[in-house]
């Protein structure tokens, strides 16, 4: 039986990894949680295709415990939009500062808007 991992075996490790990426996410760009789990390797005790699954969750444990000098903002779905945890909009006002534009449909054009290491 495969194990199910509710969180990275190192979830310190792993999230400052994660943070690392998000700070170099240049203003005005955004990232998904699944694109930037696809920059960092699997656990070596995990199949790919089991990471695959899980790892976009664990990004967003990590941005949910992010510092704050983290651009926290700046990591969206892989749909392009905000995935919200609360209904201030303070992540879409903080994005559209920087120059991000969302369509009518609240989404945000990653041709356009999505950084790629």
Same mark, same amino acid.
């Given at each position: 039986?495969?194990?199910?991992?509710?969180?990275?075996?190192?979830?310190?490790?792993?999230?400052?990894?994660?943070?690392?990426?998000?700070?170099? &996410? %240049? +203003?005005?760009?955004? *990232?998904?949680?699944?694109?930037?789990?696809? #920059? &960092? %390797? +699997?656990?070596?005790? *995990?199949?790919?295709?089991?990471?695959?699954? #899980?790892? %976009?969750?664990?990004?967003?444990?990590?941005?949910?415990?992010?510092?704050?000098?983290? %651009?926290?903002?700046?990591?969206?779905?892989?749909?392009?939009?905000?995935?919200?945890?609360?209904?201030?909009?303070?992540?879409?006002?903080?994005?559209?500062?920087?120059?991000?534009?969302?369509?009518?449909?609240?989404?945000?054009?990653?041709?356009?808007?999505?950084?790629?290491?």
């Amino acid at each position: 039986m495969t194990p199910v991992y509710a969180s990275p075996a190192n979830r310190n490790d792993f999230n400052i990894l994660v943070w690392e990426m998000v700070r170099r &996410i %240049p +203003p005005g760009k955004v *990232m998904t949680y699944g694109q930037i789990a696809s #920059l &960092i %390797p +699997p656990p070596s005790n *995990m199949s790919e295709r089991g990471y695959r699954a #899980l790892a %976009p969750r664990w990004v967003g444990g990590a941005m949910a415990h992010c510092p704050a000098d983290v %651009p926290w903002q700046r990591v969206v779905n892989s749909q392009g939009r905000i995935s919200l945890r609360d209904s201030s909009n303070k992540q879409r006002i903080l994005l559209e500062d920087e120059g991000i534009k969302f369509d009518s449909k609240g989404q945000i054009n990653l041709d356009i808007f999505q950084f790629h290491f």
